[in-house]
Nanobody
Framework: QVQVVESGGGLVQVGGSLRLSCAASGRIFSINVMGWYRQAPGMQRDLVAQITSGGSTTYADSVKGRFTISRDNAKNTVYLQMNSLKPEDTAVYYC????????????????WGKGTQVTVSS
């Protein structure tokens, strides 16, 4: 059974930092892209940052210079270091992982975690 599980959310004051972690487990052959999305109440789910297996990264403009995404391929884990947090960063943060299950079939399937709440208080 494949699982994608986030951890590390919580309550932090403006200007503070949090580190989110997300681990994928199960009979996975490979992981292509891993990423973080966030969704505030009444809003759509938006990309925050993503990273390929080769280490190429993409960030939303709103988090550039404040957030850093990284991954440990050996642990099937992706991290999101969030610094200089703002109230507008408050949201549920979701991890997404594009997983492949076969050496001969490179089709990938997107799996989502259940989300972790990040609240930035002023």
């Amino acid at each position: 059974q494949v699982q994608v599980v986030e951890s590390g959310g919580g309550l932090v004051q403006v200007g503070g930092s949090l580190r989110l972690s997300c681990a994928a487990s199960g009979r996975i052959f490979s992981i292509n892209v891993m990423g973080w999305y966030r969704q505030a109440p009444g809003m759509q789910r938006d990309l925050v940052a993503q990273i390929t297996s080769g280490g190429s990264t993409t960030y939303a403009d709103s988090v550039k210079g404040r957030f850093t995404i990284s991954r440990d391929n050996a642990k099937n884990t992706v991290y999101l270091q969030m610094n200089s947090l703002k109230p507008e960063d408050t949201a549920v943060y979701y991890c997404a992982a594009d997983l492949s299950f076969s050496a001969t079939d490179h089709t990938s399937f997107r799996y989502w975690g259940k989300g972790t709440q990040v609240t930035v208080s002023s």
